[in-house]
């Protein structure tokens, strides 16, 4: 499988974002569909994630209520709306394919496919 993020740039503070994630493959399938992101200097980190079957998500606090995950199963798409952005969401997201189990949804180590990466700067 492959997975190409897109939909990053420069947005001001309080401003919003949509990315997305296209998979593609023969016979696509996952667990989990993540974002991360990783800002200069520091580790990757969990953003959002959802279950590619039932669509329940799970967000980092950080997020909550700012972000919303989303699929489209018939189109094998992510999205990550990202509102009311803040400078210190400034980073490359990467969204990522799981195939693992719940228990291991917010960790990176279970995403076995990654995207390129998509720069998301946000000024204050």
């Known amino acids: 499988v492959q997975l190409q993020a897109s939909g990053g740039g420069p947005v001001p503070a309080g401003g919003s974002l949509r990315l997305s994630c296209a998979a593609t493959?023969?016979?696509?399938?996952?667990?989990?569909m993540g974002w991360f992101r990783q800002a200069p200097g520091k580790e990757r980190e969990f953003v959002a994630t959802?279950?590619?079957?039932?669509?329940?998500?799970y967000y980092a606090d950080s997020v909550k209520g700012r972000f919303t995950i989303s699929r489209d199963k018939a189109k094998n798409l992510v999205y990550l709306q990202m509102n009311n952005l803040r400078p210190m969401d400034t980073a490359v997201y990467y969204c990522?394919?799981?195939?693992?189990?719940?228990?291991?949804?917010?960790?990176?180590?279970?995403?076995?496919?990654w995207g390129q990466g998509t720069q998301v700067t946000v000024s204050s």
């Open positions: 990522a394919r799981s195939l693992g189990v719940v228990g291991l949804a917010r960790i990176s180590t279970s995403y076995t496919s």
């Open positions: 493959g023969s016979t696509f399938t996952a667990r989990f």
């Open positions: 959802i279950n590619w079957s039932n669509g329940i998500t």
